[in-house]
Nanobody
Framework: QTQLVESGGGLVQPGGSLRLSCAAS????????GGWYRQAPGKQRELVAA???????NYADSVKGRFAISRDNAKNTVYLQMNSLKPEDTAVYYC??????????WGQGTQVTVSS
């Protein structure tokens, strides 16, 4: 059974850092694109960062210069390094990966809370 498992969320103080991971497991033939969305209470889900099969990246304006998305093809994993975190980054973060043959899968979501 193919699935995505997210990890790395938690509580952090403003200015702190977290790294989120999104690992695909099961019958995997490789990854194409991947990315991260987030949804804060009372707000719409928004795209935070995305990475293509060639490694090109794009970011929401609100996280440029603070967040970095990367991928490890050997581990079928997508990462989101989050630095200089702000209270407004508080949200549930969801990853997605477009898997070769299998299609798009979503992670279960992980809570990120930025608070002093």
């Amino acid at each position: 059974q193919t699935q995505l498992v997210e990890s790395g969320g938690g509580l952090v103080q403003p200015g702190g850092s977290l790294r989120l991971s999104c690992a695909a497991s099961g019958s995997i033939f490789g990854m194409k694109a991947g990315g991260w969305y987030r949804q804060a209470p009372g707000k719409q889900r928004e795209l935070v960062a995305a990475i293509t099969s060639s490694g090109s990246t794009n970011y929401a304006d609100s996280v440029k210069g603070r967040f970095a998305i990367s991928r490890d093809n050997a581990k079928n994993t997508v990462y989101l390094q989050m630095n200089s975190l702000k209270p407004e980054d508080t949200a549930v973060y969801y990853c997605y990966v477009d898997l070769i043959i299998r299609g798009v899968y979503w992670g279960q979501g992980t809570q990120v809370t930025v608070s002093s």
